[in-house]
């Protein structure tokens, strides 16, 4: 069973930073690259950004909602995925999910509420 776990979801002001974290079996990351979501009530799951693989080069992907503003990174070594939100605005209130695909199956994290405030 692969077992996803995100942290460092919290409360903010518009224009603050935060920076969660996303913890997984060693190894899959690297393997399988890893992408966040957010769900904002009402809303559909978005993807917002992704990682690939160090096979494919760890390249990063953002959606344009985020992009400039949102950075995601990989350490191999601790098992981990980031994601640092920097210039955060209200619109950005959500859940964020971790997520990772394995073999076409898509594994996914309890999530950690981010709430953005003016």
């Known amino acids: 069973q692969v077992q996803l776990v995100e942290s460092g979801g919290g409360a903010v002001e518009a224009g603050g930073s935060l920076r969660l974290s996303c913890v997984g079996p060693?190894?899959?990351?690297?393997?399988?690259?890893a992408s966040w979501y957010r769900q904002a009530p009402g809303k559909q799951r978005e993807l917002i950004a992704g990682i690939t693989s160090m096979s494919r080069h760890s390249v990063p992907h953002y959606a344009n909602s985020v992009k400039g503003r949102f950075t995601i990174s990989r350490d191999d070594a601790k098992n981990m995925v980031y994601l640092q939100m920097d210039s955060l605005k209200v619109e950005d209130t959500a859940v964020y999910l971790c997520n990772t695909r394995v073999r076409l199956r898509d594994y996914w994290g309890q999530g950690t509420q981010v709430t953005v405030s003016p």
């Open positions: 060693g190894g899959i990351f690297s393997a399988n690259g």
